[in-house]
Nanobody, 126 residues
Framework: VRLVESGGGLAQAGGSLRLSCATSGFTSNDYAVGWFRQAPGKEREAVSCFASPDHSTYYADSVKGRFTISSDTTKNTVFLQMDSLKPEDTAVYYC????????????????????WGQGTQVTVSS
């Protein structure tokens, strides 16, 4: 499985950014994709995830109502739409994937994901 993130950058507080994660290599329709982030000096934390085939979703409380995870299966791409951005959203954002074993249940545990992208920086100014 290969993951390539894009779409990070600089935004003002209250603004929006959309991250993309181009995926390839899933061997079945049983997979999960998650977005995680890591700010300087902090541990990596889960942001949002979904599991195929039902695309059940899960959001961290800190982003619920502001971020939306979605996918375009025709383009094998997963998106993270980030609205109402706050300075505390500043971090490197990583796309992660689980190939098999998801059984339609989204997981926010980083150890459940074997594949990771290179990360993309998101900076929100106040």
């Amino acid at each position: 499985v290969r993951l390539v993130e894009s779409g990070g950058g600089l935004a003002q507080a209250g603004g929006s950014l959309r991250l993309s994660c181009a995926t390839s290599g899933f061997t079945s329709n049983d997979y999960a994709v998650g977005w995680f982030r890591q700010a300087p000096g902090k541990e990596r934390e889960a942001v949002s995830c979904f599991a195929s085939p039902d695309h059940s979703t899960y959001y961290a409380d800190s982003v619920k109502g502001r971020f939306t995870i979605s996918s375009d299966t025709t383009k094998n791409t997963v998106f993270l739409q980030m609205d109402s951005l706050k300075p505390e959203d500043t971090a490197v954002y990583y796309c992660a994937a689980r190939n098999g074993g998801a059984f339609g249940i989204p997981t926010m545990r980083s150890t459940d994901y074997a594949y990771w992208g290179q990360g993309t920086q998101v900076t929100v100014s106040s």
